[in-house]
């Protein structure tokens, strides 16, 4: 099978917490099962637009950044739903399209219109569980 997962962090683009291994794992490990697995992610400073590493291949996309982050957020998604966009044109449809976080909810919802893939959509944590399962008042107990 044709995999696409979608992160905003990778070990192999800019690690920031436990979503990292989790994907860069998961991506290897399908990879070894024999499936061609293609992870779209942000570029780190210095880094290559595109690698194969192990087997898998890494698209790290640019994109605008902004001083808010729901808005570079978005701007992240478009960039990494071009790619995709790219990346499928060349070589075929992906089977399955794996989304990991809220960061690329809006490339998944882009892909779905546009090509009417289905999503397989992954919460890491939720901010309850970030904050040591307490509520901290305001919008946490929303």
């Not at 690698?51 to 790290?60: A, F």
């Not at 640019?62 to 070589?91: G, R, T, V």
């Not at 089977?95 to 998944?108: N, Q, R, T």
Request: with cysteine.
């Amino acid at each position: 099978m044709r995999i696409a997962h979608f992160s905003w962090e990778t070990l192999h683009s800019i690690p920031v917490g436990g979503i990292s291994p989790v994907v860069t794992e998961l991506a290897a490990a399908q990879q070894r099962m024999g499936h061609e697995v293609h992870v779209f992610t942000r570029i780190g400073p210095g880094q290559a637009p595109y690698e194969n590493i192990h087997g898998v291949h890494y698209h790290r996309c640019s994109f605008s950044f902004h001083p808010d982050l729901i808005q570079e957020m978005h701007n992240m998604s478009k960039a990494m739903a071009h790619e995709f966009f790219k990346c499928e044109d060349y070589s075929g449809r992906f089977d399955i399209i794996h989304g990991h976080d809220w960061h690329v909810v809006p490339a998944l919802d882009e892909i779905k219109k546009a090509r009417g893939h289905k999503i397989v959509f992954h919460f890491h944590s939720t901010q309850y569980g970030r904050d040591g399962n307490k509520f901290n008042g305001g919008a946490a107990e929303a």
